[in-house]
């Protein structure tokens, strides 16, 4: 079953963190919060994941194709 995960917030309330990096992309405990998101529907069995993806969209895109979703398991 296909997870849409909207992530196109800009971040106001993190402006420090948003400034350099979209919020979805800001770490907590050495991962993007998008990877924190997309472990606990893992967790339940939803493993397709559609990203919507709004403010600095390109800069998520580009992250996660090179880094992130490629070296680092859900489970």
Do not use: Q
């Not at 948003?18 to 339940?44: D, F, N, Q, R, T």
């Not at 994941?49 to 070296?71: A, E, P, R």
Request: glycine share 10%.
């Amino acid at each position: 079953m296909k997870t849409v995960i909207l992530a196109g917030g800009i971040g106001t309330r993190i402006s420090e963190e948003s400034v350099l990096k979209p919020k979805p992309m800001i770490e907590i405990g050495g991962k993007p919060i998008l990877w924190h998101i997309m472990k606990i529907y893992a967790a339940h069995g939803f493993n397709d994941f559609v990203v919507c993806l709004g403010y600095k969209g390109h800069m998520i895109k580009n992250i996660s194709s090179t880094n992130f979703m490629y070296n680092s398991t859900l489970l």
